[in-house]
């Protein structure tokens, strides 16, 4: 989605990658350990200030924004330790998960899923529920084992399974409301080799096939092209070798110049003349061909994404899928709509984390996209409906406009973080618009 982080603009404003969000905030701190981020927020609490960490961006919602205390991770990188008999790894919370892959793989080790980007930092990427798509293997933060945090009061809390379970189970996914996390201690697992098969598929056969290819396959994925009947499927599965990786001729034509530059060139042109955007689509759908390739995880699971725009997604039942996208499709269809950006379907299992998308329940995503500039709000609030009609979960670093309201409805344990909001931050040190909006005052 990105190849620069986004920060500090002129005159001291931030700005996400998306362009969705600005602020200025009162100062910008980047402290180098733990204790220096602790003096940080005590201090802030002397001066009766709010405290927001900011990573690279790369949430379209302002969950980082602030008129406070901004706190900037570029300090808290690197690994502190890997833990070869617990098959554990320590990483401080500012060290973006491309590094913290190259660094896995450089020791023969990987974790087990991961979203489709790497630009984010762990702790960003974890506190807003980032995933990939798997049958059996969840989000980033569900793979965690334990994580570090300072609490308002400036104290280093620590929490696992067996230490603070409570915290545990909300910090994972704690949208920066329980704390600002100082480092995350992630499962880890030798490296092993992904076969990825690409190909295209007609979007009814997709539809009525796909409990067959979510269940016969690890990890499951397809991109539906508005305006048209065609999708681009990706399964990927563990494989015995050897590695095939994509060719470096190939990978720069395929995954740059289609991918990235033609696609670039379609949007702008769309954006510039809507009429094109649904013979653009029949084009862009078919202009990847078939392919298979194996190699190392994160090589599989991520892809260079460098064409900006704005993004909404939902979790539903996975079992509402086919359902819900039908009617998507529907409201595409009958609507006056150009949508130039695919809609993107992925799964993840139920897991225990408090606040995550798919907290207790078997989910499938559903994210819509717009090319950066281009008028969203129509498109976004028609999804969102069909969405929330089958009790959708927005992903809470993605453009929604629910508030605590129905999140309490569709998070049966809305209350318990709620409860524990209130227990470690009272004076909501750790507040702003955004959290007061979902999770209430």
Known sequence: MSSTASGSGRNGTWRNWGGSVTFRPAREVTPASADELADVVRRAAEEGLPVKAAGTGHSF????????????????TGIRHIDRQAMTVTVEAGTPLKRLNVALAREGLSLANMGDIMEQTVAGATSTGTHGTGRDSGSLA?????????????????????????????????????????????????????????EPMPLDEVLSRFEELWTENEHFEFYWFPHTGNTSTKRNNRSAGPARPVGRLRALYEDEFLSNGVFRAANEIGRAVPATVPAIARVSSRALSARTYTDIPYKVFTSPRRVRFVEMEYAVPRAALVETLRELKAMVDRSRLRISFPVEVRTAPADDLTLSTASGR???????????????????????????????????????????????????????????????????????????RVLGP
Request: charge should be positive.
């Open 362 to 436: 078997d989910s499938a995503y559903l994210a819509v996209h717009m090319f950066r500039g281009t008028p969203y709000r129509s498109y976004f609030t028609a999804a969102e409906r069909i969405f929330t009609a089958h009790e959708g979960r927005p992903h809470w670093g993605k453009l929604h406009t629910r508030d605590a309201e129905y999140l309490s409805r569709v998070y049966p344990r809305f209350g318990e973080f709620t409860a524990l909001r209130d227990r470690l931050d009272p004076d909501r040190r750790f507040r702003n618009d955004y959290l007061r």
């Open 142 to 198: 569900a793979q965690i084992r334990a994580l570090e945090l300072v609490t308002a009061d400036g104290s280093l809390l620590t929490c696992s399974a067996q230490r603070n379970p409570e915290i545990f189970a909300a910090a994972r996914v704690g949208l920066g409301a329980l704390g600002v996390v100082t480092a995350v201690t992630f499962a880890i697992e030798p490296v092993f080799l992904l076969t990825a098969r690409e």
């Open 61 to 76: 919602t302002s969950i980082a924004a602030t008129d406070g205390v901004l706190i900037r991770p570029d300090l808290l």
